[in-house]
């Protein structure tokens, strides 16, 4: 149980163009999804906070205008990179959280990430 | 905010052997969760151990447990009977107990290596 999928896996686009990156949990409903972005050999560091049906909240430094973000159902969410650029290009991980039997917290389970790269 | 501290980048350890990774945080809540979570090269992250602050007695999920301590700030990994599969990026990470959506902060995370 609780799998959570990305598509696509890898995507390659040219420069100023837009990508979609879809989040979806596949056997339990999220509330809320998160989004990561990881540049080669660094950490998770988060960008948004996506709640099902309402606008997703940015952390510091994150352009909300250039990473939409989508969260219309509580099985799907969605990024999009809008007006790519090379600088952009790195790997792109979504969580979605659900109650944990016995804990006062929802796990976060992770999705297998999306390769950006931008020409 | 809340920080988390991986020290040691790499480690390397040889299979069988026992390793320990080193975290360590820096919050001012008094109940939250803190996770280790493994990256392997397939960049899939996964759960391998997690602890409730409330809770005294330290987590162990079969060859994986960790030393809790809550006062000097320290959640340490402990790998024993290490095997080639262990290889990975491992990420301390800290959450809040917000009663709502909490957020993840990650340390910067330490490559392991085991060795034959």
């Known amino acids: 149980g609780a799998v959570v999928s990305q598509h696509p896996s890898w995507v390659i686009c040219k420069s100023g163009t837009s990508v979609k990156i879809e989040c979806r949990s596949l056997?339990?409903?999220?509330?809320?999804m998160f989004w990561y972005r990881q540049f080669p050999k660094q950490s998770l560091m988060l960008m948004a906070t996506?709640?099902?049906?309402?606008?997703?909240?940015?952390e510091q430094g994150v352009e909300k205008d250039k990473f939409l973000i989508n969260h219309a159902s509580l099985t799907l969410s969605t990024l999009t990179v809008t007006s790519a650029h090379p600088e952009d290009s790195s790997f792109y991980i979504c969580?979605?959280?659900?109650?944990?039997?016995?804990?006062?917290?929802?796990?976060?389970?992770f999705g297998p990430g999306t390769r950006l790269t931008v020409l | 905010a809340q920080t988390v501290t991986q020290s040691q980048p790499e480690m390397s350890v040889q299979e069988a052997e026992t390793v320990t990774l080193s975290c360590t945080y820096d919050?001012?809540?008094?109940?939250?969760?803190l996770f280790w979570y493994k990256q392997p090269p397939s960049r899939q992250m996964i759960l391998v151990i997690r602890?409730?602050?409330?809770?005294?007695q330290n987590a162990t999920e079969n060859r994986f447990s960790v030393n809790f301590q809550k006062a000097a700030k320290s959640f340490s990994l402990k790998i024993s009977d290490s095997q080639l599969g262990d290889t990975a990026m491992y990420f301390c990470?800290?959450?809040?107990?917000?009663?709502?959506?909490?957020?993840?902060?990650f340390g910067t995370g330490t490559r392991l290596q085991v060795t034959l």
């Open positions: 919050t001012s809540e008094s109940n939250y969760y």
């Open positions: 990470a800290f959450m809040t107990d917000t009663g709502t959506a909490s957020k993840l902060t």
């Open positions: 969580s979605a959280d659900s109650a944990t039997a016995g804990t006062s917290y929802n796990e976060q389970f």
């Open positions: 996506s709640n099902e049906g309402s606008k997703a909240t940015y």
């Open positions: 602890q409730e602050a409330y809770k005294q």
């Open positions: 056997d339990f409903q999220a509330t809320t």
